[in-house]
């Protein structure tokens, strides 16, 4: 499963199931999550302003 994310031109670092480190950074112009499992998830996202993990969006659970 793929899920694909376009920003509106502002970097944004995206974050993984309440991960510490970021699991794209600086994401300006699109990205794509290649999760490679069959099943499906459930995963949780979070997008935050680049550098930041104060400015936030609420996270986001999807399955597949």
């Known amino acids: ?3 694909t994310w376009n920003p ?3 970097g944004m670092d995206v974050y993984l199931d309440g ?3 970021a699991l794209a950074t ?3 112009s699109g990205w ?3 999760t490679g499992n ?3 998830g459930p995963y949780t996202y979070e997008v ?3 550098g930041s993990t104060s400015a936030c969006s609420g ?3 999807v399955s597949y």
Do not use: E, R
């Open 59 to 61: 996270p986001v659970t």
């Open 8 to 10: 509106s031109g502002t």
């Open 19 to 21: 991960g510490s480190a």
């Open 38 to 40: 069959k099943k499906g």
């Open 26 to 28: 600086n994401v300006g």
């Open 48 to 50: 935050c302003a680049t």
């Open 32 to 34: 794509t999550h290649d």
């Open 1 to 3: 499963p793929l899920l």
